[in-house]
């Protein structure tokens, strides 16, 4: 079977888009289902937050942050892509 070489940001690009939509559904999916175990299963996840970081210039001021909630229909958004990604 031949290899193929896959460009980093193609990869990147996979899986944040993976992510994204995964989660997505989830979300969705928990305003479908009653409260339960497979509610909290699918929809609750984890957050890992990276807080806000100012940087202070004479002219200006910066802030950046950013927050990832993945959630298991997240990963399972990213094995569907992946398995896309082996079709393209």
């Known amino acids: 079977m031949a290899t193929r070489k896959i460009r980093f940001g193609l990869l990147v690009l996979i899986l944040l888009l993976g ?3 995964g989660t997505a559904l989830g979300e969705m999916l928990g ?3 009653p409260p339960g175990a497979v ?3 699918l929809v609750e ?3 890992y937050d ?3 970081m100012t940087l202070n210039f004479v002219a200006a ?3 950046f942050g950013f927050t990832i ?4 229909m997240g990963v399972l958004g990213v ?3 992946a398995q896309l990604l082996r079709w393209y």
């Open 19 to 21: 992510l994204v939509v």
């Open 45 to 47: 996840g984890f957050n």
């Open 79 to 81: 094995i569907l892509l």
């Open 31 to 33: 305003l479908i289902l």
């Open 50 to 52: 990276f807080g806000p």
């Open 61 to 63: 001021s910066l802030t």
């Open 69 to 72: 909630d993945v959630n298991v």
């Open 39 to 41: 509610r909290s299963f």
